[in-house]
């Protein structure tokens, strides 16, 4: 059985860093695209990031290009997003996610999701 296991996530100033890490346990997903959503308060979950299986590739909402960025490291089965120049706005619960049925970036499709973790950031 799948396990994402999100970590990282904090209360922080405007402008300050955090880096996110999702462990995968359950198998090895290596080639499988993975991805990054979060959830605003009160609003639906939306997509933030992801990375093809060999993490050639990559895509970002346009609301984080330039601040965040996706990364993976297939040998501790694990994906990372670096958040930089945070903003009032980026408070939310992150969630990992990993697509089994796909190599390639994509923004939907995903099948297995962590638990999220909380990301504040206070103006």
């Known amino acids: 059985q799948v396990q994402l296991v999100e970590s990282g996530g904090g209360l922080v100033q405007a402008g300050d860093s955090l880096r996110l890490s999702c462990a995968a346990s359950?198998?090895?997903?290596?080639?499988?695209?993975k991805g990054w959503f979060r959830q605003l308060p009160g609003k639906e979950r939306e997509f933030v990031a992801s990375i093809s299986g060999s993490g050639f590739s990559t895509d970002y909402a346009d609301s984080v290009k330039g601040r965040f960025t996706i990364s993976r490291d297939n040998a501790k089965n694990t994906v990372y997003l670096q958040m930089n120049v945070l903003r009032p706005e980026d408070t939310a619960v992150y969630y990992c996610?990993?697509?089994?049925?796909?190599?390639?970036?994509?923004?939907?499709?995903?099948?297995?999701w962590g638990q999220g973790t909380q990301v504040t950031v206070s103006s």
């Open positions: 359950g198998g090895s997903f290596s080639r499988y695209t």
């Open positions: 996610a990993l697509n089994r049925w796909g190599t390639v970036v994509s923004r939907d499709g995903f099948t297995d």
